[in-house]
């Protein structure tokens, strides 16, 4: 699946995970506040983005073997061996939700002690890997569905937590009328993304031009205040 940015010269090609509201292939309208920054970036430069979703492990693959120019939300340490520029993109916080009626709070990494935890294929933050053969931790595949079956598990009372970035659980949320049944109960350190760049033989000139760009002109956007107005149209407020 593919979204495409308008017609021009020449086309930088990305691998990304479906990841609402950061990624959306199915919403044309509003196809991701990191696609739309991505467009706005290279758009900029006079240069074409094409987004083509996939699970997040082949994702990461396409980069680091070529088959695309870039990986669209990676924190370097979910992607190492890809090139990356000296500019994040933005940043990603994941919490930790919880049924409405659980007392439990995240404090410190040392809360997950013995619980009972769903998270995403390949997305653990880094400060609870030292924690993860002290709580139970069950891995879920498929971004597209993860949100999804991690709620129905915790409703269920089969789980007692659900890892998820702060913005993806807060769309699926509000778009799912579900804010009474679910609660945030605290959240891990932010980690900054970035759009990660391919470091095959055949794409090394290719990716030193494009982070070149990309540093360039992004630089340009934080000064105009882009990425904020971008949260207004996804009608999303900063977690503070």
Request: aromatic share 12%; with cysteine; hydrophobic share 40%.
């Amino acid at each position: 699946m593919s979204i495409p940015a308008q017609a021009m010269a020449e086309t930088i090609t990305i691998s990304a995970p479906e990841w609402c509201p950061y990624i959306c292939p199915n919403e044309p309208a509003k196809p991701g506040l990191l696609v739309e920054y991505t467009q706005a970036i290279f758009q900029r430069a006079g240069y074409d983005i094409t987004v083509d979703v996939y699970p997040w492990s082949r994702a990461i693959r396409y980069a680091e073997d070529g088959t695309r120019h870039a990986l669209l939300g990676a924190a370097k340490h979910e992607a190492p061996s890809l090139i990356f520029p000296e500019n994040e993109i933005g940043e990603q916080t994941f919490c930790f939700y919880t049924k409405a009626d659980d007392e439990w709070t995240y404090s410190s990494p040392a809360a997950v002690i013995g619980k009972d935890i769903i998270y995403p294929q390949d997305a653990l933050p880094e400060e609870i890997i030292p924690y993860k053969n002290r709580a139970r931790f069950s891995e879920v595949t498929g971004s597209v569905t993860y949100i999804e079956q991690a709620l129905g598990m915790l409703l269920s009372d089969r789980t007692e937590i659900v890892l998820s970035s702060y913005y993806w659980m807060t769309h699926f949320l509000e778009s799912h009328d579900m804010q009474e049944k679910v609660k945030l109960s605290g959240c891990a350190a932010s980690t900054k993304v970035y759009l990660a760049f391919s470091p095959a033989d055949g794409k090394l000139e290719e990716t030193k031009k494009y982070i070149k760009i990309f540093d360039r002109e992004i630089e340009i956007l934080k000064q105009e205040g882009f990425f904020e107005s971008l949260l207004i149209k996804y009608n999303l407020t900063p977690r503070k």
